[in-house]
Every structure is written in C-alpha cells, then in structure tokens.
C-alpha cells in the first residue's frame, strides 16, 4: 500500500495565499489556508495509507491531527522541494508514495485511494489542475531526476511534468483534473464543490 504526504506551509498571515490579496487581508487569506489545510489534512486521514507524512515549511500547530510524521522541507525552488519530499517519506519507509498540496481542499478520500490503489499496477499517477500545474503526484519508486528543473507555477507545467514522467517511461494513471484555490473566483468555486467543508464554512464566515 503506498503512503500519502502533503507538503504544505505553516498558515501564517502574509506567508500563504498572498495572491487572495486582495480582496482578503493577509489574516484572512491565511484564515483560508488553514482551512484548506485542514480539509486536506482530514482527507488524507480518512484514506487507508501505509503511512501519512506532512512536508512542512514552518511549525505545526492545533490544526494538525493525530496520525502523521512531520518532516521538514527541504531545497530551494519547488522542484526540489517536491523531490524532497518524496525522498525523505520513501527513506522513513519504503514504499510507493503520493504526494498533494494543501490547495484542494475539495480532494476526497475516495480520489486518494484511486491514487494509492492505482500504483499497485502504474509506476506514476498524475493529477492536473486547472491552472496548467498538478495538483497530485504519485512514485511507485520516488526518483529525483523525475522533478528537478520541472518549471513550477508556468502555464505548462503539468505538461511538462507529464512529459518528463513519460520520458522517463512509465505507466501513468490519469485522475481527474481539479481547482487549485490560488485567487479569490478560485475560492469561490472550489467552495461551491464542497459545501461542507472548513474552507466553505471559513469563506461563509468571511462573507464572501
């Protein structure tokens, strides 16, 4: 069974979701963060993982349940960072591994067991967002040389991340493509997929 991390930043005001700014203060964008996180956080609890790992850039706090190993980030652009993460989660234990932001809070449970269950038979599973980026990836064997010097936040990244997994020639599981929440329409709809959710009832909140 493969595990699960998230790689995330700790929600502090002026840190996370800066582009929510404005029409959000800083704290309220960060408010949004943490909600976010948090969605994401409980999705990955409730999916069957061999283990649950958050790559975190900063210091967790009250949002964090019980259940996961935290690990520091690690590199400089996020194409390391991201090989990082895999590397470091593959050495604690080896298994295959899937790995997510903290930008979907609409993710389910269900989308990440097709992830975990999909590398039993693929060697990737790639998630596309609606931005050009990816909004999941997952290594049945994590490699570095399959991240570094993928452009991150370009219009084509998911494309070229794509590619370099199918350069590489591995069997890719496609998920369905998702909404990153990078601005404020991105909020808005993404809350409107999950009604239900801490981020929709944090947006609610805000009066938006």
């Known amino acids: 069974m493969a595990q699960i991390v998230i ?3 700790e929600p502090v005001a002026g840190r996370v979701k800066t582009r929510l700014t404005p029409p959000y203060s800083p704290d309220q964008a960060a408010a949004l963060a943490e909600a976010a996180l ?5 999705a990955v609890s409730e999916t069957p993982a061999s283990q649950r790992v958050l790559a975190l850039d900063g210091l967790p706090g009250s949002w964090l349940p019980p259940g996961f190993v935290v690990i520091p980030q690690r590199g400089s652009g996020l ?13 604690l234990q080896p298994e295959p591994v899937v790995l997510i932001g903290m930008d979907t809070p609409q993710v389910t449970p269900a989308l990440l067991r097709e992830a975990v269950d999909s590398l039993e038979c693929h060697d990737a599973v790639f998630g596309p967002a609606a931005d050009g980026g990816f909004w999941l990836l997952g290594l049945h064997e994590p490699d ?10 370009h219009p084509e990244t998911g494309k070229l991340q794509l590619d ?4 590489a ?33 944090t947006l609610r909140e805000l009066g938006r």
């Open 7 to 9: 790689i995330a930043k």
């Open 144 to 153: 570095p040389s399959l991240l570094h010097g993928v452009p991150m936040s």
């Open 38 to 42: 948090r969605d994401s956080l409980l």
């Open 169 to 201: 020639g591995l069997t890719v599981h496609l998920m369905p493509e998702l909404t990153d929440v990078d601005t404020a329409a991105d909020a808005i709809s993404v809350a409107a997929q999950a009604t239900d959710s801490h981020f929709a009832n």
């Open 164 to 167: 370099r997994l199918d350069g």
């Open 79 to 91: 194409d390391e960072r991201l090989a990082a993460a895999f590397t470091d989660a593959y050495r």
